[in-house]
């Protein structure tokens, strides 16, 4: 099973900086199968990111996802107000699983 | 766009059955095209896949879970659902149900469920 651990657990950064979440997994893992969430507290997540760098609909274009084999970032280029949130790193891989990383809390420095 | 609408007690009696249905629309559960999943999130923690089903009726489960669910198909209804039996306070926690393949792309708005006598 693979393992995404997530750095660092709280980010405290302050709006208009740029924020760069990490994604480390255990095994190489296909970057068409890496995606990223944000969830705001009493939301369900919302997709940001599939296939490692492509953008959902409706994710502005601060939000990228690059990398490759066993290390992903997001990167918010210029932190808005309504970026502070929890993001979640989450693999498919051929064990035809879901797994989940632990979350990067974004807060308000 | 798909929306689904998470349904069932949100108390469940420790060792009993906990049993959820999810609602799909602006989709069907016979398309090809996503899992419906459930997933889980323990309260103030992270997110837990469960499991899914494929229009085929074919399931994958969380080995850690798997002795203890079943996710099922109804296609007339344009449901799935979620059976959860022996339920300890340990699967107290918002149930989310949602649709994608490789990610997942549509998420109900979760219902939390309690273990509690």
């Known amino acids: 099973e693979i393992v995404l651990t997530q750095s660092p657990g709280t980010l405290s950064l302050s709006p208009g900086e740029r924020a760069t979440l990490s994604c480390r997994a255990s095994q190489s893992v296909s970057s068409s199968y890496l995606a990223w969430y944000q969830q705001k507290p009493g939301q369900a997540p919302r997709l940001l990111i599939y296939g490692a760098s492509s953008r959902a609909t409706g994710t502005p274009d601060r939000f990228s996802g690059s990398g490759s084999g066993t290390e992903f970032t997001l990167t918010i280029s210029r932190l808005e107000p309504e970026d502070f949130a929890v993001y979640y790193c989450q693999q498919y891989g051929t064990s035809l699983m879901y797994t989940f990383g632990q979350g990067t809390k974004l807060e308000i420095k | 766009q798909v929306q689904l609408q998470e349904s069932g007690p949100g108390l469940v009696k420790p060792s009993q059955t906990l049993s959820l249905t999810c609602t799909v629309s602006?989709?069907?559960?016979?398309?090809?095209?996503?899992?419906w999943s459930w997933i889980r999130q323990h309260p103030g923690r992270g997110l837990e896949w469960i499991g899914y089903?494929?229009?085929?009726?074919?399931?994958y489960y969380n080995p850690s879970l798997k002795s203890r669910i079943a996710i099922s198909l109804d296609t007339s209804k344009n449901q799935f659902s979620l059976k959860l039996i022996s339920v300890t306070a340990a699967d107290t926690a918002v149930y989310y149900c949602?649709?994608?393949?490789?990610?997942?792309?549509?998420w109900g708005q979760g219902t939390l469920v309690t273990v509690s006598s």
């Open positions: 089903i494929y229009y085929s009726g074919i399931t």
């Open positions: 949602a649709g994608g393949y490789s990610s997942v792309d549509y």
């Open positions: 602006g989709g069907s559960v016979t398309s090809g095209d996503y899992y």
